[in-house]
C-alpha cells in the first residue's frame, strides 16, 4: 500500500470505536451483562472484541445469536443500551500512543475530528469522558446525517465543518465501511490495522491507501 505523501493532509478524521479509543471492554460488559440476564455465563473479550466496531447488532448476533429481524432483539438491545449508557466508560481508553498522536497534529496545527457510526448519545458522552470532546473539531455521530458510513454523507458533513475539502482529509478507520465511506468522499483511507479487525478480514481489498499498527505511525504518512 502507497503512503499519504501526494497530496498535503491538512487534517485528519477518525473512527472512534477500534480507532480512536478501545471501547470493547464497556462494550462486552454489556453484551455480558445481557447474557446474565437471561441465566447465560459471560463471554471472554477476545470473543467479543472483532464485533465492537459493529456496535449493538454484531455484539448481539454474536453473544446472543439474534438480528434485528427477530422478535426478541428490540428488548435484549435496550438492556444492552441502557447498561451501556450507565458504564460508558469504565473501562474503555485511548489507545497506546493516541495521544501522542492527538498532540502531534495539535503541534502542527491540524484540525482533526471524529466520524463515527456510534449515535450521539453515546458519542458526546464518552468523548467528554476520555477529555476529548472541546479539543476535536467536530464530532459526526451515526444519527447527525440521513446516512451513515459507508455512505460519504457523514464525511462530507465533517469536511463542510472544519472547512477542509475532502481530498486533505485523512481518514483512520477498522472497518470495511470505514474504507468505502472514505472513498466514497474522495478522502485518504488509512487502515487501524491494531483495531477491531477480525483474522479472516482481507485487508488487501478494502481500498485503503495505508495502513498502520500504531497510532502514532499516522505522522509518518502526513506531509507538512
Keep these: 500500500m502507497q503512503n499519504a505523501e501526494s497530496v498535503r493532509v491538512k487534517a485528519v478524521l477518525f473512527d472512534l470505536d477500534g480507532t480512536f479509543a478501545d471501547t470493547a471492554p464497556d462494550l462486552a460488559a454489556a453484551l455480558n451483562h445481557v447474557r446474565a440476564s437471561r441465566n447465560l455465563p459471560p463471554l471472554p473479550l477476545e470473543v467479543l472484541r472483532p464485533q465492537a466496531s459493529h456496535g449493538s447488532p454484531g455484539l448481539l448476533k454474536t453473544g446472543m445469536n439474534v438480528t434485528p429481524d427477530m422478535p426478541e432483539f428490540a428488548a435484549l438491545r435496550n438492556i444492552f443500551l441502557d447498561y451501556y449508557t450507565q458504564h460508558i466508560c469504565q473501562r474503555t481508553k485511548l489507545f497506546d500512543g493516541m495521544d501522542a498522536l492527538i498532540e502531534?497534529?495539535?503541534?502542527?496545527?491540524?484540525?482533526?475530528?471524529?466520524?463515527?457510526?456510534?449515535?450521539?448519545?453515546?458519542?458526546?458522552?464518552?468523548?467528554?469522558?476520555?477529555?476529548?470532546?472541546?479539543?476535536?473539531?467536530?464530532l459526526i455521530s451515526g444519527d447527525s446525517c440521513a446516512n451513515a458510513k459507508p455512505h460519504p454523507e457523514p464525511m462530507l458533513k465533517a469536511c463542510e465543518i472544519i472547512g477542509i475539502a475532502p481530498e486533505h482529509c485523512l481518514y483512520l478507520g477498522d472497518d470495511l465501511r470505514d474504507m468505502q465511506a472514505a472513498n466514497a468522499?474522495?478522502?485518504?483511507?488509512?487502515?487501524?490495522?491494531?483495531?477491531?479487525?477480525?483474522?479472516?478480514?482481507?485487508?488487501?481489498?478494502?481500498?485503503?491507501?495505508a495502513k498502520i499498527t500504531h497510532p502514532i505511525e499516522l505522522l509518518d504518512l502526513i506531509s507538512l
Design 185 to 209: 468522499a474522495a478522502m485518504r483511507g488509512v487502515i487501524a490495522a491494531y483495531g477491531y479487525i477480525s483474522a479472516d478480514a482481507q485487508l488487501e481489498n478494502w481500498g485503503a491507501q
Design 104 to 138: 502531534g497534529l495539535e503541534q502542527r496545527g491540524l484540525p482533526w475530528g471524529i466520524v463515527t457510526n456510534k449515535p450521539h448519545r453515546f458519542t458526546q458522552p464518552l468523548m467528554q469522558a476520555l477529555g476529548m470532546a472541546s479539543r476535536a473539531a467536530c
